[in-house]
């Protein structure tokens, strides 16, 4: 029921986003989602990738996401549960690692270590994140948005040191494209590491 629900409420909010991340993703490649949810990304791109493995520390959601495998019949799709913050999620080495919307919920400092494994680990990563609002407007419907979460003392730390680019400043070697949403508070960071040399 959890997934169900979630397909007609977040996802459908987020599908022109996902859009815009499967663009990104090169044909025949390898992708590790984590925060997936119910897997709606991994199986937009199921006909596009080599393979993709979905984590997620709910098993409701991983439940749905391997049953959705079942009835589409999907031979390229894994999907764990379990806490992404654990080292295990991040083993070997994946051509993209994705992250939507999850490292506002993290405590800081784990949230840095989790970005920096997932950098290491693969030739590309995604981000998709809070970005700083421009206007009162925006400031205010984020703030609601996320005033009654669980995770509302991790989202202040987080915005207070500076949203989802103050995760990034402090890693180095690194070069990122910020690419705009429909949505002008959520952002796509495309994330390489710096060859040696380089500018």
């Given at each position: 029921?959890?997934?169900?629900i979630?397909?007609?409420?977040?996802?459908?909010?987020?599908?022109?986003?996902?859009?815009?991340?499967?663009?990104?993703?090169?044909?025949?490649?390898?992708?590790?989602e984590?925060?997936?949810?119910?897997?709606?990304?991994?199986?937009?791109?199921?006909?596009?990738i080599?393979?993709?493995?979905?984590?997620?520390k709910?098993?409701?959601?991983?439940?749905?996401?391997?049953?959705?495998?079942?009835?589409?019949?999907?031979?390229?799709?894994?999907?764990r549960?379990?806490?992404?913050?654990q080292?295990?999620?991040?083993?070997?080495?994946?051509?993209?690692t994705?992250?939507?919307?999850?490292?506002?919920?993290?405590?800081?400092?784990?949230a840095?270590?989790?970005?920096?494994?997932?950098?290491?680990?693969?030739?590309?990563?995604?981000?998709?994140?809070?970005?700083?609002?421009e206007?009162?407007?925006?400031?205010?419907?984020?703030?609601?948005?996320?005033?009654?979460?669980?995770?509302?003392?991790?989202?202040?730390?987080?915005m207070?040191?500076?949203?989802?680019?103050?995760?990034?400043?402090?890693?180095?070697?690194?070069?990122?494209?910020?690419?705009?949403?429909?949505?002008?508070?959520?952002?796509?960071?495309?994330?390489?590491?710096?060859?040696?040399?380089s500018?």
């Amino acid at each position: 029921m959890q997934g169900l629900i979630k397909a007609h409420t977040v996802d459908k909010y987020l599908h022109p986003v996902r859009l815009q991340i499967l663009e990104l993703i090169e044909p025949n490649t390898t992708v590790v989602e984590l925060g997936c949810g119910n897997g709606d990304l991994l199986f937009k791109l199921s006909n596009k990738i080599k393979a993709g493995i979905g984590i997620d520390k709910s098993e409701q959601l991983i439940k749905y996401a391997s049953n959705q495998i079942k009835k589409k019949q999907i031979k390229n799709l894994e999907f764990r549960a379990f806490d992404i913050l654990q080292n295990a999620c991040l083993n070997s080495k994946t051509d993209y690692t994705i992250a939507c919307l999850v490292f506002h919920i993290l405590p800081r400092k784990e949230a840095i270590v989790l970005l920096k494994k997932m950098i290491a680990t693969s030739k590309t990563t995604i981000i998709c994140g809070f970005s700083k609002p421009e206007n009162l407007k925006q400031k205010t419907f984020l703030w609601f948005d996320q005033r009654f979460t669980s995770h509302y003392s991790h989202f202040c730390n987080f915005m207070e040191n500076g949203f989802t680019e103050g995760l990034l400043h402090p890693i180095e070697n690194i070069k990122y494209q910020k690419i705009d949403t429909f949505d002008p508070v959520i952002k796509i960071y495309k994330i390489t590491q710096r060859q040696p040399n380089s500018k």
